[in-house]
């Protein structure tokens, strides 16, 4: 029995190439220009093929290596010998292991050839996109001449294969068992989940699993914003106003809403290639409660001014942590807010809301020295974490929306949108 070592043939003027594609297994058994692997440059990618035959004894390299000319591959075995052996064994071994070899041959030179049709038809910027994504880009069915690859096939893709990915999750979820109770370790205590919980557990699940979440953090400068709050008084009284942030950061949102449409949507026919875009600006607010988060939605904000909002956040809270709150309350929002400003942090990954599109996430505003004209001034910063599905927003409308966010919550944030 021989062996031979695969290795990377001369590639061009090229050093430390990232594997992106393995297209072979161990035990897998090779012909002469089979493809093995597939590398990219910056501005290329190229398959290796194999230079003999045989069946693959050991497989010396994984996605992601960086690999130069004459880097070990694999080790190919001469099957001749083995063959003679299986020969000699009885009838209904021999035929039984052609069968299997057949169908392995059969399925490999399927899964093969897909790949090589799929792969030389999408450029690696796509690629990068679908590994971004999770997406094999050899099930992807391009739209473009000759079956290319694009970038909106990967998203249709991602959209229509949602239901079953989220499916085989739970399934495998639903195996997975601990070995050891957790009494064999120490005293516990079982405890019935609040039922608010139970209920919004499966929403989150059905969210974090089928959205491809992507998550912009950014900080807002909310100084004078802060300076007019703080100064506002009843004039009837004279007394100081106590309206909290969130009223102003509720009417900072809708504005931004009105600006850019698509934040203003729903996905729930996105199998269908629909998406449903609001003329209605409900604001779901995240509502930190003894049984669990609760989001009900503001209605209208776009048509009331700073004091109402103000007044309608603390009766919402107030029937929420009563569980007074009309169910049909907690549906047909536009885009929620999650706040910790209360209670501190900064940034976080907060989880779309389905079948919204967006949410934004609160941090607690805090002074920082910022540099401004040449000279560090001291400011109050506000952290933001817009989450956004990526199959509806891209990344650069997202950045756009932020800054119009930033810009609604800035200086003439309070004088032009307050009353």
């Not at 690696?124 to 473009?144: C, T, W, Y």
């Not at 949507?265 to 609001?278: A, C, L």
């Given at each position: ?5 695969i290795k990377?043939?001369n ?10 594609e ?16 597939t ?5 290329s990618?190229?398959?290796i ?7 693959i ?10 690999v ?5 591959i ?6 001749s010998q ?33 790949k090589?049709?799929?792969i ?10 679908a ?23 990967i ?27 957790h ?7 079982i ?12 929403y ?5 699993t ?5 998550t912009?953090h ?33 009417k ?23 998406m ?14 003894p049984?669990?988060?609760m ?14 909002i103000g ?48 949410i ?10 910022v ?25 650069a ?7 119009e ?15």
């Amino acid at each position: 029995m021989s062996l031979t070592e695969i290795k990377v043939p001369n590639i061009g003027d090229f050093k430390d190439v990232e594997v992106i594609e393995v297209l072979v297994t161990e035990g897998q058994t090779l012909k002469k220009n089979d493809p093995l692997i597939t590398i990219e440059s910056d501005k290329s990618s190229v398959e290796i093929p194999s230079n003999s035959e045989g069946q693959i004894k050991t497989l010396k390299i994984k996605v992601g290596d960086k690999v130069s000319e004459g880097d070990l591959i694999l080790v190919l075995e001469n099957t001749s010998q083995s063959q003679e052996k299986v020969q000699k064994k009885t009838i209904i071994e021999k035929e039984l292991k052609k069968v299997k070899v057949i169908e392995s041959e059969i399925q490999i030179s399927t899964i093969n050839q897909n790949k090589i049709t799929d792969i030389s038809s999408a450029s690696p910027k796509v690629r990068k996109f679908a590994r971004e994504l999770g997406v094999d880009i050899s099930q992807v069915k391009g739209s473009e001449r000759k079956g290319r690859v694009v970038e909106s096939d990967i998203k249709l893709f991602v959209a229509s294969n949602s239901k079953n990915i989220s499916n085989d999750e739970n399934k495998n979820n639903e195996k997975i068992k601990q070995e050891y109770s957790h009494s064999e370790f120490g005293k516990i205590e079982i405890k019935d989940i609040p039922r608010v919980k139970k209920l919004s557990s499966k929403y989150l699940v059905n969210s974090w699993t089928n959205i491809p979440h992507v998550t912009n953090h950014d900080e807002a400068d909310i100084t004078e914003l802060e300076e007019f709050r703080t100064s506002l008084t009843d004039i009837y009284t004279g007394k100081k106003k106590k309206i909290t942030p969130l009223a102003f950061i509720v009417k900072a949102l809708t504005a931004s809403l009105k600006k850019f449409p698509n934040f203003n949507s729903s996905i729930d026919e996105i199998e269908e290639g629909k998406m449903t875009v609001k003329k209605y600006y409900h604001i779901g607010i995240a509502v930190d409660t003894p049984h669990g988060l609760m989001v009900p939605k503001l209605r209208n904000a776009d048509n009331k001014n700073i004091s109402l909002i103000g007044k309608e956040l603390k009766k919402l809270s107030d029937e929420c942590r009563n569980l007074k709150i009309d169910k049909r309350e907690l549906f047909g929002g536009s885009m929620t807010i999650t706040s910790l400003g209360g209670i501190g942090g900064s940034f976080f990954t907060p989880i779309i809301n389905y079948p919204e599109v967006a949410i934004l996430g609160v941090g607690k505003s805090e002074k920082k020295q910022v540099h401004i004209d040449g000279e560090f001034v001291t400011r109050v910063m506000l952290p933001l974490s817009l989450s956004y599905d990526h199959r509806i927003i891209d990344g650069a409308e997202a950045a756009r929306f932020n800054n119009e966010l930033k810009e609604n919550l800035g200086k003439n944030f309070a004088y032009k949108l307050a009353i």
